[in-house]
């Protein structure tokens, strides 16, 4: 049975850091692209980074390059994606997602079969 499981998230001041981790089961991360995504309130969702399987790199949304970092601990099955000076307008609930018909990742929604339940990040003073 596949599952995600996010967790990290919480309440940051502007300029702050947060690590949000992406704990999966049922199969094995590093064959497969996985991408982050964020959902605000009102707003649809989409995608911030992503990182294929077997090595083949990773992508960034304009608005987070040079400040998120996502990577992968394959002995811990695990997606981290470390995010720095973070800005209000990142408060959302994030989301990771596998895709397990491909080995390389994208930013698109609908390219994801397996979602977790979201972890809510909130930037505020």
């Known amino acids: 049975q596949v599952q995600l499981v996010e967790s990290g998230g919480g309440l940051v001041q502007p300029g702050g850091s947060l690590r949000l981790s992406c704990a999966a089961s049922g199969f094995t991360l590093d064959y497969y692209g996985i991408g982050w995504f964020r959902q605000a309130p009102g707003k649809e969702r989409e995608g911030v980074a992503c990182?294929?399987?077997?090595?083949?790199?990773?992508y960034y949304a304009d608005s987070v390059k040079g400040r998120f970092t996502i990577s992968r601990d394959n002995a811990k099955n695990t997606v981290y994606l470390q995010m720095n000076s973070l800005k209000p307008e990142a408060t959302a609930v994030y989301y990771c997602?596998?895709?397990?018909?491909?080995?390389?990742?994208?930013?698109?929604?609908?390219?994801?079969?397996?979602w977790g339940q979201g972890t809510q990040v909130t930037v505020s003073s």
């Open positions: 997602a596998a895709d397990l018909l491909r080995d390389y990742c994208s930013v698109y929604v609908y390219e994801y079969e397996y």
């Open positions: 990182i294929s399987g077997s090595d083949r790199g990773t």
